[in-house]
């Protein structure tokens, strides 16, 4: 008999809670009174935790910008750290309202998956790293050597693609998880170990010499790296893609959190409607008008992320390249606030 | 009547003489048991050279080669030709990583009062001459977790109104059920008393713990995310014996049911749990729960994992107690029917005391199955001690060559002592149960 | 009889909700329903969330090209093979460790267990700890242990261990000389299986000859001799037609030849380890079980030890230890899917992990894989029923 209840339970608890509406992701979140952010297992640089348990990262602090936008307040999050396998799954299902981990924007994710990327947090690009020693300085002589990478992420088709395409034999050893990977290229399992350059910048901290590693210069291919939200809601996902394009703008318009509040006086309309002192521009996505000025005076603009997280005085140490702003020679470019 | 022909007729017995040298003592002992052949003397040498190659190695990493202190990788970093064990320093700075995960600081009192009270509530239970078992079960089984799931998660998960409507109408139903006989007029409402207290029981005390994890006792909320190390292995293995045993002994029931369809439905869940490998089941839990929920119903991960170890667990144990129900000779079934008793009143008073009792010892050794099992959570991306410790090699500041060995060399020391002790315990329980059998 | 007749007439009117049938009808019916609803919800929730989140569904994804590389594979594959074939890779190779697996375990077990009740102390303490050691540590502990602690002590390609000049092992796997066939390796092949058949034909003879005679047959003598030396005969007479492809170190690996693959050994040996100690556990008991009498009276019959435990001890142990050891048999079977942990390409590390990832359909991969281990298990259980009725008293 007990049985009976047990099931009647959940088949009662699956009813009932069938039953509720999806709100709108931004009244979910403004009632939960967090946001709930997937970042990744630990990838120093991007999304990683110290002794003490505090997230820090580049990914982390694109969701701490979209809490400071929504609360004010940039504590406001909460992080689910996925693997690559799990992170469309929580995203889709609702396990988390932002998906900030390092994810590549491709066609069939945007699309077939039912996903919206938001922006380019981070151009990026799968590179190669192998020991010093091999005497190796290019990839095109990798012929014939065994490439440790993880499984469920574009890096594995990549590989394949290239060294196909060179008309190389080479033997794939693939990881479920980045640290298994990391543990096997360090015990020498593997001549090459490839990701996404940025990985191999955040990786190679974590092998046992990190001075007997080099990243090798090609690149082969395009990883556009950004947020990701659920297809459906809209406003969620202007917000989400806005906050990005404050983070840019504020950089191009020198704004920084060290500034912010002196730059709301200054004559420029462009950063005068940035940072909310001009026009409603908050209201038209659901927040309030000093939506951008908040971000920034928490958590700086797109450069100070970037440097702060991954820059040249960091222990990654990667230099801006791709993702400096587009009037200095990178990529980095966001519509203007009109 | 002598006999004076013979010329000696001893009269008295001759001393015993000690046994030859080469029988006695050491020396007999290794004689009969290291070199009573040609045969066995090689084997007896190949051994000793086993236990050479294997025994030196192993102490000297472990413990003459080791490094004992330090602050950080220098001190076990290979110093000039040397030749270096085990880094311990990295333990002891790691420990509490590997005890609590990421669990802040400030609230881990919270995890070692989860800790004690487990221990004061399993070690009496596990005492067969400690007394209360009844009282000790039912807080084992029914107090402590909800007190753990408090304790551990913050507690204060809101009102979910649905949940109390569910409580209040399953209780409306449970009530009906037991008043049915006076609806049909067989009964007086005074007969049925009984049964609607136990439908008031069976229904009380689940939303008790509904309304306890409710409220709000001004903890601080701890993600499961920040849970680690050893507080996650043992919250799976608790949480798996906990749920498995009262789920599993329903499906063994089930399984021997008269009734065609629960015994079928039994059998299919039984087998199939048991049919396909953890590893998938946790997967599943992973990757198809949240397909298989309606739309913004979402569980936490860890609970996802829990869920699937439960129903793993579960079917386990079903076959081990449907061992101890097919042991219950049909003469105390019998006799149970014979005094009057219904279904309930004889497996609860006649046959699950003395089937479960005489399965102790299977109980035990599915638990310690388990206890290993909770390795497999690393898999999915939740970090149990052995995923804790894997981590903790990629921090730069104590990556050496003998980091991963040394960690390994914890993790072995750590599930070694557990799972030894146990089966000791479950070999102990056997003895104790076969030497009342043979009376 | 008026008491009798109030009995009769109360029962009558309290029928139906006393009647144990009404009753366990009704709970049937209750449990049914629930089911349904259940998997009603369940299957509706999914096609829901299927169809919002955008992913396809059904198995036409198998035809579709893979993309991405295996590690090992027993058949032909290639990046550009379909999903489909990542399937089949993925369930050879977990066909290939599982059945090689048991083989190594069951004779460890057999070792083991019959050394923990040798007369001779340190070989039965050996084999105790061996047993206490093993059991009682996590499976996936060990093989993390034989893949990263063992493998950071392998030298590189560079430094291999050689042996003979033609096997090589370094941290890359173990390298062997591949046998190529030329025309007439067909021939050695056959004459392989023609000695199979002759050793076969013998045994079933001299076991007549010696059931009418008494007299014994050394067929063990003849049955190597006949293995090895008709192959060897017919190999020279067809002018050795197989030659070997030694692997070489080209670059920094070594090319050619065979490999076997690190993650492939680490998790067999820890396979086989493990599940060895478990076999060791059931055999000792089994022999155990095995009345002290039979021994003894062999014994007075003449018979030594070693003939002694394999024509009277082991025969009717075997009958305690068959249901046991399918069970082991399946537990390993099942223990192949922890190689997703080392990056070995079984079924669940590359189908449904690789594959899973890059198709998204979660509901078809899993399904699949959960049927192949669910047929798995009831085939085994098959085939050792099967072993278990030959084996089981016959009680003449």
């Not at chain 2, 990583?97 to 600081?105: A, D, E, L, S, V």
């Not at chain 2, 680690?228 to 499906?251: D, H, N, R, Y």
């Not at chain 2, 089937?355 to 390795?375: C, E, Q, R, S």
């Amino acid at each position: 008999m007990n049985k009976l209840v047990l099931g009647s339970a959940v088949a009662a608890a699956l009813g009932l809670s069938a039953a509720t509406a999806s709100a709108a992701t931004l009244d979910d979140v403004k009632a939960k009174g967090s946001i709930q952010c997937g970042v990744s297992q630990g990838l120093p640089g991007f999304s990683n935790t110290d002794d003490a348990g505090t997230w820090t990262g580049l990914d982390v602090d694109f969701c701490r910008a979209m809490a400071a936008a929504i609360f004010d307040d940039p504590e406001a999050v909460r992080y689910t750290p996925l693997s690559a396998k799990e992170r469309f799954t929580a995203l889709q299902s609702g396990e988390v309202d932002v998906l900030s981990r390092n994810t590549t924007w491709t066609m069939q994710r945007d699309t077939a998956l039912g996903l919206n990327f938001a922006g380019v947090t981070y151009y990026d690009g799968q590179g190669f790293m192998v020991r010093r020693d091999l005497g190796v300085a290019s990839a095109l002589e990798l012929s014939g050597a065994s490439v440790c990478t993880n499984t469920g992420t574009t890096t594995e088709l990549n590989v394949a693609d290239y060294f196909r395409a060179n008309d190389m034999p080479y033997e794939i050893v693939a990881f479920e998880k980045a640290d298994e990977v990391v543990q096997a290229y360090d015990a020498g399992r593997c001549d090459v170990y490839t990701t996404d350059a940025s990985g191999l910048y955040a990786q190679r901290l974590k092998l046992t010499n990190p001075d007997e590693h080099m990243v090798l210069p090609e690149i082969i291919s395009k990883e556009p790296l950004g947020p990701v939200v659920r297809q459906g809601d809209d406003q969620w996902f202007n917000i989400t893609k806005w906050v990005y394009f404050a983070l840019v703008n504020a950089e191009e318009l020198g704004v920084t959190a060290a500034n912010v509040e002196e730059m709301k006086g200054s004559n420029n309309p462009a950063i005068k409607r940035l940072l909310g002192v001009e026009g409603a521009f908050g209201e038209a996505i659901g927040l309030e008008n000093d939506w951008a000025a908040r971000v920034i005076a928490h958590v700086g603009n797109y450069g100070e992320i970037f440097e702060r997280n991954v820059g040249p005085d960091t222990p990654l140490g990667i230099s801006r390249g791709l993702n400096a702003l587009w009037s200095e020679g990178g990529i980095q470019y966001a519509p203007p606030i009109r | 009547m002598s006999q004076p022909d013979l010329a000696f007729v001893r009269t008295e017995q001759a001393e015993t003489l000690p046994a030859p040298i080469s029988n006695v003592g050491a020396f007999g002992w290794m004689r009969e048991h290291l070199f009573s052949g040609l045969w066995n003397t090689v084997l007896t040498i190949l051994g000793l050279y086993i236990l050479y190659l294997l025994i030196p190695p192993l102490l000297n990493f472990a413990i003459f080669d080791a490094i004992w202190t330090g602050e950080d990788r220098e001190a076990c970093l290979a110093t000039a030709g040397g030749h270096v064990g085990a880094c311990w320093p990295y333990v002891d700075a790691k420990l509490d990583q590997f005890i609590y995960g990421r669990y802040p600081i400030e609230e881990r009192w919270r995890v070692n009062i989860v800790f004690l009270l487990g221990f004061l509530g399993l070690v009496p239970l596990a005492i067969p001459a400690a007394p209360f078992k009844r009282f000790n079960a039912i807080f084992f089984f029914g107090i402590y977790p909800v007190i753990s799931v408090v304790l551990l998660t913050g507690g204060g998960f809101g009102h979910p109104a649905w949940l109390w409507a569910l409580i209040v109408l399953l209780t409306l139903a449970a009530a009906g059920l037991a008043l049915l006989p006076v609806f049909v007029g067989q009964a007086k409402v005074e007969d049925q008393l009984p049964a609607l207290g136990m439908a008031g029981m069976v229904f009380a005390v689940p939303a008790a713990a509904v309304w306890l994890m409710t409220v709000d006792f001004g903890l601080e909320p701890v993600e499961t995310p920040l849970w680690g190390g050893i507080l996650v292995t043992l919250v799976i293995a608790v949480t798996g014996i906990v749920a498995s045993l009262p789920i599993g002994i329903l499906l063994a029931l089930g399984r021997r049911s008269d009734m065609p369809m629960v015994r079928l439905v039994c059998i299919i869940f039984i087998e199939f749990w048991r049919g396909v490998p953890l590893i998938t089941i946790l997967f599943m839990s992973s990757v198809m729960l949240p397909l298989f929920l309606p739309e913004n119903v979402t569980f936490d991960k860890l609970l996802r994992a829990l869920i699937g170890v439960a129903f793993f667990a579960s079917a386990y144990m079903a076959e081990v107690v449907r061992g101890g129900l097919q042991a219950i000779p049909n003469g105390q079934y019998e006799g149970a029917r014979a005094l009057g008793l219904g279904y309930w009143q004889m497996m609860n008073l006649i046959v699950l005391p003395q089937a479960l009792k005489l399965v102790i010892p299977g109980i035990v050794n599915t638990f310690i199955g388990l206890f290993k099992d909770t390795t497999l959570v690393l898999i999915i991306g939740l970090f149990d001690l052995l995923g804790t410790i894997q981590l903790s090699f990629t921090d730069p500041k104590w990556s050496t060559p003998v980091t991963s060995h040394t960690g390994y060399l914890f993790a072995a020391i750590f599930y070694w002592i557990f799972c030894y002790g146990m089966s000791r315990y479950s070999l102990y329980m056997e003895k104790k149960l076969s030497a009342g059998e043979r009376r | 009889m008026a008491v009798q007749d109030g009995i009769e007439s109360s029962q009558k009117a309290s029928s139906f909700i006393y009647d144990p049938k009404v009753r366990s009808l009704f709970s049937q019916a209750v449990l049914i329903a629930v089911l349904i609803w259940l998997g009603y919800s369940v299957v509706q929730n999914t096609i829901a969330n299927l169809e919002r989140q955008n992913i396809a569904s059904g198995f036409g994804f198998l035809d579709t090209t893979a993309g991405f590389a295996v590690g090992q594979s027993l058949i032909a594959y290639s990046e550009a093979s379909s999903y489909g074939r990542t399937f089949v890779v993925g369930l050879l190779n977990t066909l290939l460790v599982s059945v090689i697996g048991i083989a190594i375990a069951t004779v460890l077990g057999f070792i083991f267990g019959i050394a923990r009740l040798s007369n001779n102390w340190v070989i039965s303490k050996i084999a105790y700890v061996y047993v206490e050691v093993m059991r009682n540590l996590p499976l996936l502990l060990q093989i993390f242990f034989w893949y990263f602690a063992v493998l950071r002590s392998v030298p590189g390609p560079r430094e291999s261990i050689t042996v003979f000049d033609s096997i090589f092992i370094n941290n890359r796997g173990l390298k062997l000389p591949k046998p190529l066939y030329e025309p007439g390796a067909g021939l050695v092949g056959i004459s392989i299986l023609v000695a199979i058949a002759a050793v076969w034909l013998l045994r079933r003879w001299a076991r007549k000859r010696q059931m009418a005679t008494g007299e014994q047959f050394p067929v063990f003598q003849w049955a190597v001799a006949i293995l090895f030396g008709l192959p060897l005969v017919v190999f020279y007479l067809t002018g050795s037609p197989v030659s070997f492809e030694y692997p070489e170190l080209r670059g920094f690996n070594f090319q050619g030849g065979l490999t076997i693959i690190p993650e492939f050994v680490a998790l067999l040996l820890a396979l086989s380890v493990y599940t060895g100690a478990f076999i060791a556990e059931i055999v000792r008991a089994g022999i155990l079980a095995v009345s002290r009498g039979q021994t003894e009276a062999s014994y007075a019959l003449g018979l030594r030890p070693g003939p002694t435990l394999r024509l009277v001890v082991i025969p009717q142990a075997l009958r305690v230890i068959i249901p046991p050891l399918t069970s082991q048999y399946l537990n390993l079977t099942k223990n192949s899917s922890l190689a997703v942990a080392i990056a070995y390409p079984d079924l669940v590390s590359v189908f449904a992990g690789t594959t899973l990832n890059q198709t998204g359909q979660a509901v078809e991969i899993l399904g699949m894989t959960l049927a192949v281990y669910l047929t798995l298990s009831l085939l085994t259980s098959a085939l050792m029923n099967w072993y278990n009725r030959r084996v089981a008293l016959v009680e003449r």
